[in-house]
């Protein structure tokens, strides 16, 4: 939410920010606008991932931003996610960049890592020297990521990992894999693997009509031998990995909000100027309340959000809220694109207005990191203890 007017913040929610928050939030606003926003329409039409964004994002600080040490910035998690909706808000794949990167993969490496890991890659992580991708989904394990069938067996000083994951953002193009397997009595463990490791490959999803800028793709292991060192130690069972996942959906419950503030903002600049049956569309009581729906939806997200992240600065628990936000936001997200495509009626479907690329991303938005029936069997089970999956 940039609120530099007082139309555009009723709720006076920039004054909850520092201004430490504000700088940063500007910082990311600016650099989307000079460096993403101008070759957004023909990298999505093109199905293509400027690698150099990495080394971009690592620049300004945005990658593994939270932690402390190995070159972060260390900010707290309330400008992380301000920075999730500033690159979200030009399109869903930026906001899916950083998150993977600083989530999935320097998230686990930081927590459950040896100090050589962590010195060995995470400040290369960091930097965007290299890129990192985090496989867990498989095509029979999506939403039940505890049925995967990739496994691994201790033999002399390695680890031998077969299995082929499913679904991965950035497999194409990462130099480290962050891979989950079980081994015959269903333990889950994680696995950094280098690119070029033997028996690893990857293949590349191609036309996805969603998400199109992100490359995902497969990822084969073959009798891959990963080195002893190469385990992540400190990995406690299940709930290691959903805590790698509860990092990313507090990512997408801001950043969906960044992508239904621009459509929003970009059907009402519209409405004002498209004049229809001699007065701007703006001036009907039926787009007015389609307005004011979305602005509501969106205050309402953005601080359910900043106050989440104010819960994790302080440490604490806050899963199942993660839960509660990225369902909602997700939802209001498509609901309000969905709204805006419509008043712009039929320029509402070309690429320059861009509003039909976010409706489409985010229904890819709405089903990673956790589908939104999961996220309702989540809360379901939290306040009647049944489990209903
Ligand atoms: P369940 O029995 O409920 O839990 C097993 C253990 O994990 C603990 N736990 C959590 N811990 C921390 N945070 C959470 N959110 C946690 N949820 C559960 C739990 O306390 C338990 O611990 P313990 O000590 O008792 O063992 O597990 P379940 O097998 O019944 O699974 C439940 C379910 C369905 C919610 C889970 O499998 C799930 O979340 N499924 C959704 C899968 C998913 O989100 N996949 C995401 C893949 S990554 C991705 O999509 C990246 S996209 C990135 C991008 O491009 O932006
Ligand atoms: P399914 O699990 O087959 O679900 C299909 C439908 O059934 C959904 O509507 C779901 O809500 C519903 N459903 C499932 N279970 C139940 C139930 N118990 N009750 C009622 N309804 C249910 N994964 C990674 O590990 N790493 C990545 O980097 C990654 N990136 C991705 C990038 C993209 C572009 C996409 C599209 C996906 C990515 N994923 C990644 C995978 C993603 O996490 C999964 O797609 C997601 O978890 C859902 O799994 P699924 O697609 O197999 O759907």
Not at 8 to 18: A, G, I, N, Q
Not at 121 to 141: H, N, Q, R, V, W
Not at 204 to 229: A, D, E, H, M, Y
Not at 230 to 249: D, H, M, P, Y
Request: charged share 25%.
């Amino acid at each position: 939410m940039q609120s530099d007017k007082l139309w555009l913040d009723p709720l006076y929610l920039e004054d909850l920010l520092s201004e430490e928050e504000k700088s940063i939030r500007k910082s990311a606003h600016d650099f989307c606008n000079k460096y993403l926003l101008p070759k957004v329409v023909k990298d999505n039409r093109d199905n293509f991932f400027d690698k150099d964004i990495y080394k971009n994002l690592g620049s300004m600080g945005f990658l593994g931003s939270t932690i402390e040490g190995y070159g972060s910035a260390n900010i707290n998690k309330v400008s992380y996610g301000l920075i999730a909706a500033a690159m979200e808000a030009i399109d869903s794949s930026y906001r899916s960049a950083i998150s993977v990167q600083s989530s999935l993969v320097i998230h686990p490496i930081y927590y459950f890592g040896s100090e050589e890991q962590k010195n060995k890659y995470l400040p290369d992580l960091i930097k965007g020297k290299t890129i990192g991708c985090f496989g867990l989904t498989e095509s029979e394990a999506g939403s039940d990521p505890s049925s995967m069938k990739t496994n691994y067996k201790e033999e002399n000083n390695y680890y031998i990992l077969n299995g082929t994951k499913n679904w991965i953002t950035n497999a194409p193009i990462a130099d480290i894999f962050i891979i989950w397997a079980i081994d015959t009595k269903k333990n889950i463990k994680g696995f950094i693997i280098e690119k070029n490791t033997e028996g690893l490959s990857t293949s590349l999803i191609k036309n996805k009509t969603s998400l199109r800028i992100s490359q995902t793709g497969q990822i084969i292991l073959n009798n891959v031998k990963v080195p002893k060192q190469n385990i992540l130690q400190k990995t406690e069972g299940w709930k290691s990995v959903f805590s790698c996942l509860n990092n990313a959906r507090y990512g997408i419950a801001w950043g969906s909000i960044g992508a239904a503030q621009t459509c929003w903002l970009i059907a009402k600049e519209y409405a004002e100027n498209r004049i229809m049956f001699n007065k701007p569309l703006a001036s009907k009581q039926l787009i007015q309340k389609k307005l004011a729906i979305m602005q509501t939806e969106i205050s309402l997200g953005w601080s359910g959000c900043l106050h989440a992240g104010r819960a994790m600065d302080k440490n604490k628990d806050i899963k199942i809220a993660i839960s509660l936000l990225k369902r909602n936001n997700c939802l209001k997200a498509i609901e309000i694109a969905r709204e805006s495509r419509d008043i712009l009626g039929a320029n509402g479907i070309l690429e320059e207005y861009h509003v039909m690329r976010h409706l489409v991303n985010l229904e890819t938005v709405k089903t990673y990191e956790g589908t939104e029936d999961i996220h309702s069997l989540i809360l379901g089970k939290f306040q009647t203890n049944i489990d209903a999956f």
